[in-house]
T-cell receptor, first 114, second 108 residues
């Protein structure tokens, strides 16, 4: 069953702690993305990676870090430097197919920091 | 000016109605246009995508792109309560750009 998995579904952390969100895909997609979704603000791009061992900052990368050691995996670390980390985090992957781009999303991780 | 503008709604319609969801955009370089459906507390699900101008139909859903007006639409015919969700438009040139989503409720 192909798709994108994110774990955990819900995550609770104390302020000042780093936390890592998992994202795995078995779609054989080259590109992977992390978005943050807040009410009324739509999806905001945190980081993306088009190939293993390479990644680029998105619009709101401050306070986040990523790695891309394997094609299938793109974990996101929310560091204590992120001022407002409570949000719904979405991982996505995309593929170029016959000139079109298709992006697919995982189920998301809801992070609450208190 | 935002790259993509979408009316957040909320939109409430009776079951069986035709629903029209719309987005406008500013970047004429956009070539690929997508619609996603997102149920509460779930990830967005790709519904339809189109390339350049024209219409694309899939069951009860029709996606329409008017590049001259920089305007895209998603029509839902014979709407069902299960269509109640937030609908996101998205566009792509070298990066994906998303609308903020329109919340739709279909009342039985």
């Amino acid at each position: 069953d192909g798709g994108i998995t994110q774990s955990p579904k819900y995550l609770f952390r104390k302020e000042g702690q780093n936390v890592t969100l998992s994202c795995e895909q078995n779609l054989n997609h080259d590109a992977m993305y992390w978005y943050r979704q807040d009410p009324g603000q739509g999806l905001r791009l945190i980081y993306y990676s088009q190939i293993v061992n390479d990644f680029q900052k998105g619009d709101i990368a401050e306070g986040y870090s990523v790695s891309r050691e394997k094609k299938e995996s793109f974990p996101l670390t929310v560091t204590s430097a992120q001022k407002n980390p409570t949000a719904f985090y979405l991982c996505a992957s995309s593929i170029e197919r016959l000139g079109s781009y298709e992006q697919y999303f995982g189920p998301g991780t809801r992070l609450t920091v208190t | 000016q935002k790259e993509v503008e979408q009316d957040p709604g909320p939109l409430s319609v009776p079951e069986g109605a035709i629903v029209s969801l719309n987005c406008t955009y500013s970047n004429s370089a956009f070539q690929y246009f997508m619609w996603y459906r997102q149920y509460s507390r779930k990830g967005p699900e790709l519904l339809m995508y189109t390339y350049s101008s024209g219409n694309k139909e899939d069951g009860r859903f029709t996606a329409q792109v008017d590049k001259s007006s920089k305007y895209i639409s998603l029509f839902i015919r014979d709407s069902q309560p299960s269509d109640s969700a937030t609908y996101l438009c998205a566009m792509n040139s070298h990066q994906f750009y998303f609308g903020t989503g329109t919340s739709l409720t279909v009342i039985p």
